[in-house]
């Protein structure tokens, strides 16, 4: 489990780009000593800090030792986002690094638990916290309540655009917003009480191909998967972009339509069947041929 390894900064719009560039270029860019960080990627040395950490946390990077120095390289699914959308400004990036992030237990445990593990719809910081201090406690570790109200706090900024938080405060020569804002997955439910809810992810926004990414990677090779699986269970696609039955069903019929997966919902089965097994890098690889071919 880690908490608050962002040191508070949620990532900003570019951040991610530019660090994947300054990792291409010096892999050992975060530790080297003949060049400063803060320098070369132009940000302060906690948010130099914060970048390190969430490149690994987003998997577009992971870090590994080389001529015993620390150093950081392109995850494949990296490599397919720097290829093909290195400025990551297309909805199905920005749902597949949401979905690697939602679904890192590890590294972003507030964020697995949001989105996984907390049941609540609408909520407050003090729910949130409340709910992932027994998370934490049920798993035998212990946080301070500090790192998770922090945590919450960076969820938030993360998913809720500046323009909904600070209304009075939003200047578009400083675009601070991170980019996941745009998906739509958070929402103010009442400013005054400080009330929030998970929202519905935009279903048409939803390419087939992204939503086959995720569905693939958790069949683990199975060819069928209940519906109710896909819906209710941790990393699938109904948790992590918070859909219910019927924008669930609604988006499966698109993928349907391209021959991806079968719904079938008869002889007491409530299943899709996938018609072919792709791989999760097969299916980012799909999503970005089809995307250049309507550009």
């Not at 860019?29 to 914060?50: H, R, T, W, Y």
């Not at 991170?178 to 400013?191: Q, S, T």
């Not at 086959?212 to 090779?221: R, W």
């Not at 699938?236 to 339509?257: P, Q, S, W, Y």
Request: aromatic share 12%; net charge neutral; with cysteine.
């Amino acid at each position: 489990m880690k908490f608050r390894a962002h040191d508070t900064f949620f990532i900003r719009k570019g951040w991610l780009s530019k660090g994947m560039k300054a990792v291409q270029t010096k892999p050992d860019v975060f530790v080297a000593k003949d060049e400063n960080p803060m320098d070369v990627l132009g940000i302060g040395s906690n948010m130099v800090k914060a970048l390190r950490y969430w490149l690994v946390a987003t998997n577009l990077t992971e870090e590994a030792i080389q001529n015993k120095k620390r150093i950081q390289k392109f995850t494949d699914f990296g490599t397919q986002v720097y290829k093909n959308d290195r400025y990551m400004e297309e909805y199905g990036t920005l749902y597949l690094l949401h979905y690697m992030l939602s679904k890192n237990q590890e590294d972003a445990t507030a964020w697995y638990f949001f989105f996984n593990e907390f049941n609540m719809s609408e909520f407050t910081k003090e729910d949130f916290v409340s709910a992932l201090q027994n998370y934490v406690s049920m798993n035998g570790e212990s946080v301070a309540i500090r790192s998770m109200s922090d945590d919450f706090a960076c969820i938030l900024n993360t998913y809720l655009p500046r323009y909904k938080t600070s209304p009075t405060r939003v200047n578009p020569e400083n675009n601070i917003d991170c980019p996941l804002g745009e998906l739509g997955l958070v929402d103010i439910l009442d400013k005054s009480k400080k009330t929030y809810r998970k929202s519905i992810s935009m279903p048409e926004t939803l390419h087939p191909w992204v939503l086959m990414a995720v569905m693939c990677d958790q069949a683990e090779g199975r060819t069928e998967i209940g519906l109710n699986e896909l819906l209710t269970a941790k990393s699938n696609i109904g948790k992590t972009f918070n859909l219910d039955a019927i924008t669930m069903l609604d988006a499966l019929h698109r993928v349907e339509k391209m021959r991806l997966v079968k719904i079938i919902r008869t002889a007491g089965l409530d299943v899709i069947r996938l018609e072919q097994c792709y791989s999760f890098t097969e299916c980012v690889d799909k999503y970005y041929e089809c995307i250049s071919k309507i550009d």
